[in-house]
């Protein structure tokens, strides 16, 4: 074994769009093992879009990546090597291990993958954060009920092709947003959405989205913001229930955005809009987990990875996703 | 009893903030009653916000008023003839009997008011729509626990002089925004606000806000919508509930303003926001008006009722209602 590790730290903060040159690729020793410590090889590495945040020196729910500092970041690897009871050399983990190749850890917040059940790789896709961000933020903040309207933006990415398939589990009508044409024939042709649409090309949001909701939205779980959700929040029904997942098309503007100010319409209808994080529903992650593999295992569920070869890639695969050129779960294969 | 009523009809509908040629003053003889109708005198005529709305031609929770029909609005007044099985000359009684002197009604929507248990006044306030309004917006939406922050903006209006002290009742640190200094100072001094500050004239809202709210936001109670929010929003914490009543800020725009875009922070803090409308609280009416009838008479409850005589002077009363010239509820006595 390398007594190397090679990571990706932050090198400057983003103005805007992140570069590759915003990460520094570097060499360090693997450090000794401590009591109650394991080493792990990493083997897929997730990119996911709360990762942009990470690299602003902003307050939020979690503290920013300080430059010089490894890119934070989820990932699933094999055990090398361990002083700790519960992981020996052979099992597969899946943790915040950060950008590099291997991780040191203590255990906390790391959680044993067999990977006889699936591939290792789902841990960090449908099987793990993001399949859990689409199950209890669906289910949990919209509550959707059937016959219900459900839309989602960023609806061909980890989190968006997993809301559609639950919705349509649960009976509803949905309507997926993307931004490529091959990503909207793969919603509705693939996932079973009812509709879809190519906001890149189709941009008079309002109209397109009256046309494919014609009974309104009761439900939207929102990845992306800006004026897809402007045009959304105005076809709310009553009752409606909104879950605030992400703000993709905000995190890369070098100055805020403004919009319409659209409180007023949350009177007219009765609605909510809720935001959530995921990490709020630990104590439920084995239901949710539980449920999923039900789902995937009786073919209601599908999954789809979009995998980059090559740790060294990191940068560039992040960045692909962030501009969408993914299609389900961006994974980097390091081994 | 005059047989010729005199009614206040939409004569245009305003660009912008209302003047008094948007309404006419005219004179109809009262209809004679038909099979399961009486006829009500109405002696105070309630002002509220939300009639503002009524005079846009847009559709929203309820039809506009058309040019040419009499105003919308509550009021409670005293029976003078009935063939209506449940309503006796001499009762008094509380509906949507418009902006009129002489309502003829089949009774729906008509509640008795005992005149013996409060002035019957209090039908159309802090024992009517603005109190029950103040009741559930309060604690349905936000539920607040004690020990919280809880800001209310528009405090020192019908609803918001309500939902501060029912904070305070509830143990809760309560702040208030106004836009006149004996507002404030009455918030304060007769109301038991913690804290209170003028919009119009302290203007860095972030700011006084964050001093006023050393522990962040909690519950918001929002009447005023635009830049009152915006600060708000910016100081809720963790799984804070934001009760949108009113966007009065906004009601009167000739063009829609545009403001930054804030639901990311809904993410950060996980907090929801969420629109009410008292009706849809009706099953539960009667136990919001025992509860608040139970707080005037135990003294935990104050209000406050802000008269103008004179039915013709239904126009400038409205105008100086949503101009912020009245505190607590604006009444117009007629009788």
């Not at 009871?85 to 899946?94: Q, S």
């Not at 509709?195 to 494919?212: I, P, V």
């Not at 084995?286 to 039900?294: R, T, V």
Request: include cysteine; proline fraction near 5%.
């Amino acid at each position: 074994m390398s007594s190397i590790n090679r990571q990706f730290v932050l090198a400057s903060r983003p103005a805007g769009f992140p570069q590759e040159s915003n990460f520094n690729l570097i060499e360090t020793p693997i450090p000794a093992l401590k009591e109650g410590e394991f080493l792990v090889r990493e083997h897929y590495l997730s990119l996911d879009p709360y990762m942009r945040g990470r690299m602003n020196d902003a307050k939020s729910y979690a503290a920013p990546v300080q430059i010089g500092e490894v890119m934070t970041g989820g990932a699933v690897g094999e055990v090398l090597e361990s002083n700790h009871p519960d992981f020996k050399p052979g099992d597969f983990a899946t943790g915040q291990f950060g950008w590099q190749e291997f991780a040191v850890t203590d255990g906390k917040g790391v959680r044993k993958v067999d990977p006889n059940l699936a591939p290792i790789s789902t841990a960090v896709g449908v099987l793990g954060m993001p399949g859990l961000t689409a199950y209890f933020g669906l289910l949990d903040v919209c509550d959707p009920k059937p016959g219900e309207t459900v839309l989602v933006s960023g609806a061909a990415g980890a989190v968006g092709t997993l809301v559609g398939q639950i919705a349509k589990i649960k009976g509803c009508r949905t309507i997926g947003i993307a931004g490529v044409d091959d990503k909207v024939k793969y919603l509705t042709e693939d996932l079973g959405f009812d509709a879809a649409f190519n906001y890149k090309t189709d941009t008079n949001y309002f109209a397109r989205l009256r046309e494919l909701c014609p009974n309104g939205i009761d439900c939207y779980f929102d990845n992306v913001g800006g004026e897809i959700t402007d045009a959304a929040l105005r076809l709310l029904n009553l009752h409606a229930r909104v879950s605030i997942c992400g703000q993709i098309s905000q995190y890369n503007l070098e100055k805020p955005e403004l919009g319409p100010r659209l409180l007023g319409l949350l009177i007219v209808t009765r609605s909510k809009i809720q935001g959530f994080l995921v990490s709020d529903y630990a104590p439920r992650f084995s239901e949710g987990l539980q449920q999923m593999a039900e789902w995937i295992k009786s073919g209601k569920l599908k999954y789809h990875e979009n995998i980059v070869e090559g740790f060294e890639n990191m940068p560039r695969a992040f960045i692909g996703m962030l501009r969408g050129e993914n299609t389900g779960k961006q994974l980097v294969k390091a081994v």
